[in-house]
Nanobody
Framework: QVQLVESGGGLVQAGGSLRLSCAAS????????MGWFRQAPGKERESVAT?????????YYAVSVKGRFTISRDNAKNTVYLQMSSLKPEDTAVYYC????????????????WGQGTQVTVSS
């Protein structure tokens, strides 16, 4: 098991940027596929971006964020990031970090460890 703690959420105006961080502890971080997911009020949790295990991770992005968000990882720091730019009000959600072992993967069911989430609110 790996323990995950997200940070970096907050309130931002539309068009602005935020960077989320997820610090991991526990078993070897570089061996995990990492993902960011989000859940807006009244909606199901959805995948945002995932990155393959290893030092040069392949990535996946949801269509709704492609070109605006970038997922990256620093295995030396046991941290995965989500750089969010050109934010829109519809990006408002609780963002969760998760760890899994499969690739390719964007399915919630492939991720067994989850953080507590961080709120991102985009005002119009």
């Amino acid at each position: 098991q790996v323990q995950l703690v997200e940070s970096g959420g907050g309130l931002v105006q539309a068009g602005g940027s935020l960077r989320l961080s997820c610090a991991a502890s526990g078993r070897a971080f570089s061996g995990y596929t990492m993902g960011w997911f989000r859940q807006a009020p009244g909606k199901e949790r959805e995948s945002v971006a995932t990155i393959k295990w290893g030092s040069v991770g392949s990535t996946y992005y949801a269509v709704s964020v492609k070109g605006r968000f970038t997922i990256s990882r620093d295995n030396a720091k046991n941290t995965v990031y989500l750089q969010m730019s050109s934010l829109k009000p519809e990006d408002t959600a609780v963002y969760y970090c998760a760890a899994g072992s499969r690739w390719p993967s964007s399915s919630l069911t492939d991720f067994g460890s989850w953080g507590q989430g961080t709120q991102v609110t985009v005002s119009s």
